[in-house]
Nanobody
Framework: QVQLVESGGGLVQPGGSLRLSCAASGSSRPITIMGWYRQAPGKQREWVAQGTVGGVAATADAVKGRFTVSRDTVKNTVYLQMNRLKPEDTAVYYC?????????WGQGTQVTVSS
């Protein structure tokens, strides 16, 4: 059974940093893409960033220049380094991974940016 487990969320002041981690387990197939979505209260879930098994990374315009996604393909782990956080970054952040044509999701981790 494939599982994705996030960690690293919490409360941070505006301008601060957090690093999210997501570890995948239970798959004998390669996880071709791993990445992050987020969902703020009252809003739809939105794509944030992703990294492919080949090392190609992409981030949404809203976080470009502040967030960096990276992968450790040996550990089946994806990271999201979040710098210069803003109150509008407050959301539940969900890790996801694509195996063949199926997407798997983590349970989410809360990130709150507030003074």
């Amino acid at each position: 059974q494939v599982q994705l487990v996030e960690s690293g969320g919490g409360l941070v002041q505006p301008g601060g940093s957090l690093r999210l981690s997501c570890a995948a387990s239970g798959s004998s197939r390669p996880i071709t893409i791993m990445g992050w979505y987020r969902q703020a209260p009252g809003k739809q879930r939105e794509w944030v960033a992703q990294g492919t098994v080949g090392g190609v990374a992409a981030t949404a315009d809203a976080v470009k220049g502040r967030f960096t996604v990276s992968r450790d393909t040996v550990k089946n782990t994806v990271y999201l380094q979040m710098n210069r956080l803003k109150p509008e970054d407050t959301a539940v952040y969900y890790c996801w991974g694509k195996i063949d044509s199926t997407a798997y999701w983590g349970q989410g981790t809360q990130v709150t940016v507030s003074s």
